[in-house]
């Protein structure tokens, strides 16, 4: 290691480089420690956000107690065919009758 001590980087604002520089080698992994949790923080707080922003707009047909996350699925009962709302709610799958399928389609 360098006798020298770390050049900061160019785009950290002065009062910051001098208060890491006037702090302890604790105080500074402590800093350190804080600032990683801090930015993974926030890029998964961006990252939720933008997945926010993707959610499509909830479909004319959806019923108010199926979620919008909600898809579309063909179950055969009988030899009949049926559209059901399925989702997810934790570890179980939910299922909501939506109607038969139209073999003229």
């Known amino acids: ?3 020298e001590p770390p050049t900061p980087p160019a785009n950290l604002p002065t ?10 080698p604790e105080d500074l992994r402590d800093v350190a420690t804080y ?10 707080k961006a990252r939720l956000e933008e997945e926010v922003d ?17 898809t579309i699925t ?6 009949n065919r049926y559209y059901y709302w ?8 939910r299922s909501q ?4 399928v139209n073999t003229d389609e």
């Open 1 to 3: 290691m360098s006798d």
């Open 15 to 24: 009062e910051i480089v001098n208060t890491l520089n006037e702090s302890t």
């Open 35 to 44: 600032a990683k949790a801090l930015a993974e923080h926030k890029e998964r």
């Open 54 to 70: 993707q959610v499509e707009e909830r479909p004319d047909d959806l019923p108010d107690d199926v979620p919008t996350k909600a």
């Open 74 to 79: 063909i179950k055969e009962i009988n030899d």
């Open 86 to 93: 399925q989702w997810r709610e934790g570890e179980k799958i």
């Open 97 to 100: 009758y939506k109607g038969p």
